[in-house]
């Protein structure tokens, strides 16, 4: 089997404005790739670019894209860690877009094994519940948005900080308020705290009862995250600091976090989140799955990953809750409430929208 073509589409969602600490999504700035193949598979991957983090922007992405389809053209599919070598020898770095073509591998390959990729990655079917992320707003606003989430069944709510401290303080005090005890709670400050403000934050959160924090402070502040690490009440997420494997051994050996959290945008897509996912479970570190803005599309992927990375024990997969206007996929990932499900068809089981894909620009290579 080799690979003949690849179709590039800027997958462009529109969406409800959704902030964070690092800035305003209007947006969904996605790309999408589809491998075609002589043998009559093609393989599709999605990558969403977050350039205020991963510093990748729909226009890299794209111009990336291009590059590494010439490149991977007239190659065999079934080789993902030599086709990804290919695309590292070219490129250091940029693994957004990385992750796009590293998925649409992995849809090929499953599909030619006529398995789920879940079970093509040897894993199994087990209940899987997403959490729901808030983005920043007023105390006020957060916490109506909360009570309403919940009385839609959710039990995990996910809390985007790192604004002005005492504000988020007062944030988290809405938010237990409003949803009562039994909810989880989660905090994702998105490296918007400096070591002192991430100190005293921490320590007066304790009271809400959290279950964890996702990057408190800026990665340049690695180097003093194996402080906050012990001297916080709360358990920390290592999310931006996060990038591959390596990163992980070094926040792992260095005692800067209790728990990871991987991303395809940032590992580059599955070839290297398995990587990560062995070096914690051989440390007895918990992983979370997490997302970007992704549609329904590279949401199954990432479910697909975690059902075979026993690892994996939080769930962060609601991007396409956050205020999408249109759902550009056919099968896929199913929601029944919080609950999460992928199909069992061969390969991803998830497909753009034909119709919408004829909406959006695109380019042969």
Not at 44 to 68: H, N, R, W, Y
Not at 114 to 132: H, S, V
Request: net charge negative; glycine share 8%; aromatic share 8%.
């Amino acid at each position: 089997m080799i690979i003949t073509h690849t179709e590039i589409y800027r997958f462009s969602i529109p969406m409800e404005p959704f902030v964070i600490a690092t800035g305003t999504m209007h947006f969904a700035q996605n790309v999408l790739v589809r491998i075609f193949t002589d043998a009559g598979i093609h393989g599709s991957g999605e990558c969403s670019a977050f350039p205020m983090i991963v510093g990748e922007t729909q226009e890299t992405c794209l111009a990336m894209a291009k590059d590494f389809a010439q490149i991977l053209k007239g190659k065999d599919p079934l080789d993902i860690p030599a086709r990804m070598d290919d695309l590292l020898g070219y490129a250091a770095h940029n693994p957004t877009v990385k992750s796009a073509f590293d998925m649409a591998l992995f849809d090929i390959a499953s599909k030619n094994a006529g398995q789920p990729l879940y079970q093509f990655l040897g894993g199994q079917k087990r209940i899987i519940e997403t959490d729901m992320t808030l983005g920043i707003g007023t105390p006020e606003a957060m916490a109506a948005k909360a009570k309403e989430h919940v009385a839609n069944g959710c039990n995990i709510i996910k809390i985007k900080l790192g604004k002005k401290v005492h504000e988020d303080i007062d944030r988290v005090a809405a938010i237990r308020k409003a949803v009562g005890n039994q909810i989880t709670l989660r905090l994702d400050a998105n490296q918007g705290w400096s070591f002192d403000d991430a100190l005293f934050a921490l320590t007066e959160l304790e009271k809400f009862d959290i279950e964890f924090c996702e990057q408190p402070m800026r990665t340049w502040f690695d180097d003093k995250l194996p402080e906050l690490n012990t001297n916080s009440p709360i358990k920390l997420m290592a999310d931006e600091s996060c990038y591959n494997h390596h990163d992980a051994r070094k926040l792992i050996n260095s005692k800067s976090t209790t728990f990871l959290n991987i991303k395809f945008a940032k590992s580059g897509g599955i070839l290297e989140a398995q990587k990560i996912h062995e070096i914690a479970l051989q440390s007895g570190v918990k992983c979370m799955i997490g997302s970007m803005l992704e549609s329904r599309l590279a949401l199954t992927a990432n479910l697909h990953f975690a059902l075979a990375s026993p690892n994996v024990v939080y769930f962060d997969l609601d991007t396409c809750l956050l205020g999408h206007l249109v759902d550009p996929v056919a099968g896929g990932l199913t929601y029944e409430g919080f609950m999460l499900d992928v199909p069992d068809t061969p390969g991803i089981g998830a497909e753009a929208d034909e119709f919408f894909l004829e909406k959006c620009e695109s380019w042969k290579v």
